[in-house]
């Protein structure tokens, strides 16, 4: 009864989803930081994502982060709360059957208060059983907190007043749902966990400045080695890695949507040549950046 119930909810989500026109990409829906993903091409995408959860209500999708894999389709939900570079892969999609989800953006900060407000406090999860990516099946009642957001998308002054009660329902709902202890260990349980964040935090700040690994490490009062294993383990990414990372999604995008030179985009993002930039970004990419910068001429 129940398996059928939530059967129900994720086909009317769906339907929900699809309702308006949407064309392949993100399509807002009128609710701040909730948006409907549509592709219709199986095919690899690097992207850098920012905290998200999302639903995926038809298609496969495959995301590689560092050394983790996750495989998932209709009916799962998908959670981060750490940026981070990903590879993905759509899996199944078609024009006829594309690939659906609904993504929300996930605010930290009150992922961070809703978990230190629980007591008693959990036992949190250590930095090597606490993989980037969660991926868990889709409640009932995390479906249906998605629908009374779609309810009020296209009702200002309901948006206005009732998207953030329902917003933060849904975060509540994270918390007290299957990947709850894994969320709470980020957001407010494991020091290293926390110690770690921080160091992200501080890496995308500078992401252009060369950063070593002893000073990050000194700033968040870990050893060098310790540091190390637990960003990796974290992550996927050692943290100079990470910092490469950063620097070629930021060069793409002075590319591809500022069509800025490659001597300047180098320049821009830490490069000491555009020669150690065209490498690295082809290596990355697979492409050179001249050839990314003509594509959207």
């Known amino acids: 009864m129940e ?38 091409q199986a095919g690899e995408k690097r992207s850098f994502s920012r905290p998200y959860l999302a639903i995926v209500l038809q298609g496969k999708k495959r995301t590689q982060i560092g050394q983790y894999e996750y495989v998932y389709g209709p009916g799962d939900c998908i959670i981060t709360c750490i940026d981070f570079p990903s590879v993905t ?76 009660i329902l917003i933060r329902e849904m975060h ?26 921080h160091a992200i935090a501080v890496i995308k700040e500078n992401f252009r400045t060369n950063l070593s690994v002893e000073t990050l490490a000194s700033s968040i009062g870990m050893s060098s080695a310790s540091f190390h294993r637990h ?20 060069a793409r995008r002075l590319l591809m949507a500022d069509r800025k030179s490659v001597g300047f985009t180098a320049g821009a993002v830490g490069y000491a040549s555009s020669s150690q930039l065209t490498n690295d970004y082809r290596r990355f990419f697979g492409v050179a950046p001249r050839d990314d910068r003509h594509l959207n001429s």
């Open 231 to 250: 960003f990796k383990a974290l992550t996927g990414y050692s943290p100079i890695q990470y910092q490469k990372t950063l620097r070629l999604y930021e």
């Open 3 to 40: 398996d059928n119930h939530l059967t129900e909810v994720l086909t009317e989500l769906k339907r929900r989803a699809l309702e308006k026109d949407t064309s392949v990409g993100f399509n807002p829906t009128g609710i701040p930081g909730l948006s409907v993903v549509v592709r219709t």
């Open 89 to 164: 892969y759509i899996e199944e999609a078609s024009p006829e059957t594309p690939f659906v989800s609904v993504v929300m953006e996930l605010n930290r900060a009150l992922l961070t208060e809703l978990a230190l407000s629980l007591a008693p406090r959990r036992e949190p999860l250590s930095s090597g059983d606490t993989p980037p990516y969660a991926v868990f099946p889709c409640s009932a009642d995390l479906g249906e907190n998605a629908l009374r957001l779609f309810d009020i998308a296209d009702k200002p002054e309901a948006v206005q007043l009732l998207a953030p």
């Open 172 to 197: 509540a709902r994270l918390l007290l749902g299957e990947a709850g202890t894994w969320l709470w260990s980020i957001c407010a349980g494991s020091q290293h966990l926390q110690q770690i964040s």
